[in-house]
């Protein structure tokens, strides 16, 4: 074995990646151009948004829901080490607009929505019915792709918003219940403490994630292998890397918005 | 016409397509024969750009097939996949009217409705097939709603994957029988692949077969089971010994 075996293999890796990222980068970029173009399939559109947006409404709204719980224990437990017990209406609200209700609705959206359209057009690809959309003269692209990835970047923001309201209605009912605060107190607090900025910063990640999340099904599910095992790898890959790059964004965009 | 010449494909280190001569006269119906992986399917991709050669000129009427406006292209075409390849969330009428409901051939809903109901009479089935999904349907009558697909926009050229493959024999007569019929009533150019040979003999004009990447014969089929060809004759006779190797 050669001393620059290593090296090579490390750098054949490196081009795989890189030749991955460019055929993303390519496949995201002709989405958005065939957004602006027609013809435009409004059918397909209106049944991704009910797919996408409706159907997730409760897998969203109960994990709001627990997590503004906890998260209220959770400041309580940690701000009365030193005397500040006071800050839960105003932390539960702020993480839950900023961090937790976009980050988590993402995840739980590219859990439900990546997976299944990735499962949906690879077995759609398995069967031939790409090439039949083909052969009819549709563009595969235009016609599963683009109404998927527009649904998702609109729906995620109104799942982040409904999951923000749900997540801070959680802490204020562990917050009254178990933590004995005064109800119109903890109301007042969160709303004294949330900005504008809070909320539509949290709405844009939202929106950025649901591109993400239906991008990587849409790209995972047009380039699946072959047979039952192709399209359940790309049904991983889709979830994957859905979860990854909501991560990543996620970071970048709390860099932009608030360093 | 449909004319290829020294087409050329090749997948990773499998070189499937080796250069390719052939020619389909308008109004005929020729039938590609050849063993399983010979690259009989990808040679229909190629045709309808499915599948990009590495060499060689495909053209029809004269026509480069990469050049030109796509969609009128496509609009010349209908194809009966070997799945039937229907789509799994639309009713069968839609999927038979799927190109009249939408692109330059768009009607209004009840027009598209009422052309897919004939069409669906045409293949044998009646109109209270219309409105279910393809998962309700058997094999053979999925392959009947592909083929009403294929027909309903009326087109010059149809190409027909393994349109038999999956059926038992008296449904495979039924649609080789239908076939024929609505090839010849529309006076339409058809390609068909296969290894069926009742199907060769109830479709087709003319024959070619596929081995080693190349036409290794190509006539009549009133000729075919005269020729001397060795490749054709083991096919044709279903022979595990012969020039063709089998593994065993």
């Not at chain 1, 890796?13 to 002709?30: D, E, N, P, S, Y």
């Not at chain 2, 990469?66 to 009428?93: E, V």
Request: proline fraction near 4%; include cysteine.
């Amino acid at each position: 074995m050669s001393l620059l075996s290593p090296v090579a293999a490390l750098g054949r890796v490196t081009l795989g990646l890189l030749a991955h990222l460019g055929r993303v980068a390519i496949f995201a970029a002709q989405v958005v151009s065939h957004i602006f173009r027609p013809p435009w399939y409004p059918r397909e559109f209106f049944h991704a948004l009910m797919q996408i947006g409706w159907f997730s409404l409760p897998v969203v709204g109960l994990t709001a829901l627990f997590t503004g719980g906890a998260l209220a224990l959770q400041i309580y437990a940690g701000g009365a080490r030193f005397s500040a017990e006071a800050v839960v209406p105003a932390i539960v609200a702020i993480g839950m607009v900023r961090e937790l209700g976009p980050v988590l609705g993402g995840l739980m959206v590219a859990a439900r929505v990546a997976s299944s359209i990735a499962a949906e057009i690879g077995t759609m690809k398995v069967t031939e019915q790409i090439d039949a959309l083909v052969t009819l003269s549709t563009n595969p692209l235009k016609y599963l792709a683009v109404p998927r990835v527009v649904a998702a970047t609109l729906a995620v923001p109104v799942l982040v918003g409904v999951g923000d309201a749900i997540g801070i209605m959680g802490g204020w009912l562990v917050g009254v219940n178990r933590l004995h605060f005064n109800s119109a107190a903890y109301l007042k607090n969160t709303m004294d403490f949330l900005e504008v900025w809070d909320v539509s910063s949290g709405l844009i990640k939202g929106a950025a994630f649901g591109f993400l999340v239906a991008l990587m099904g849409c790209y995972h599910g047009m380039h699946s292998g072959r047979g039952a095992q192709g399209v359940g790898a790309a049904t991983k890959a889709a979830v994957v890397s859905a979860s990854v790059l909501i991560f990543a964004a996620n970071y970048l965009l709390t860099e932009l918005f608030f360093s | 016409m449909i004319e290829l010449s020294g087409v050329h494909k090749t997948f990773g280190s499998n070189k499937v397509l080796r250069g390719v001569d052939l020619t389909i006269a308008s109004g005929t119906s020729m039938v590609i024969i050849g063993g399983s992986g010979t690259g009989k399917s990808v040679l229909l991709k190629c045709i309808l750009g499915l599948v990009t050669p590495d060499a060689g000129q495909i053209t029809l009427d004269g026509q480069d097939v990469t050049r030109g406006d796509r969609d009128a292209f496509l609009a010349r075409f209908g194809m009966l996949f070997q799945g039937g390849a229907l789509f799994d969330s639309m009713r069968i009428w839609e999927n038979v009217a799927f190109r009249l409901l939408r692109g330059t051939l768009k009607r209004s809903k009840t027009e598209a409705r009422e052309i897919a109901i004939e069409k669906l009479r045409r293949v044998g089935l009646g109109p209270h097939v219309a409105d279910l999904y393809p998962a309700e349907l058997s094999g053979g009558m999925q392959k009947r709603v592909s083929l009403a697909r294929a027909i309903a926009a009326e087109p010059e050229i149809i190409f027909f994957d393994e349109p038999t493959t999956g059926l038992d024999p008296i449904m495979s007569g039924v649609i080789n029988d239908l076939i024929r019929e609505i090839v010849t009533e529309m006076g339409a150019t058809a390609m068909t692949i296969t290894h069926d040979m009742s199907s060769v003999r109830a479709i087709a004009d003319n024959v070619a077969m596929l081995h080693g990447g190349k036409v290794r014969w190509t006539g009549p089929v009133s000729e075919m089971d005269a020729t001397p060809d060795p490749y054709v004759q083991q096919f044709i006779h279903g022979r595990a010994e012969g020039p063709i190797e089998s593994l065993r």
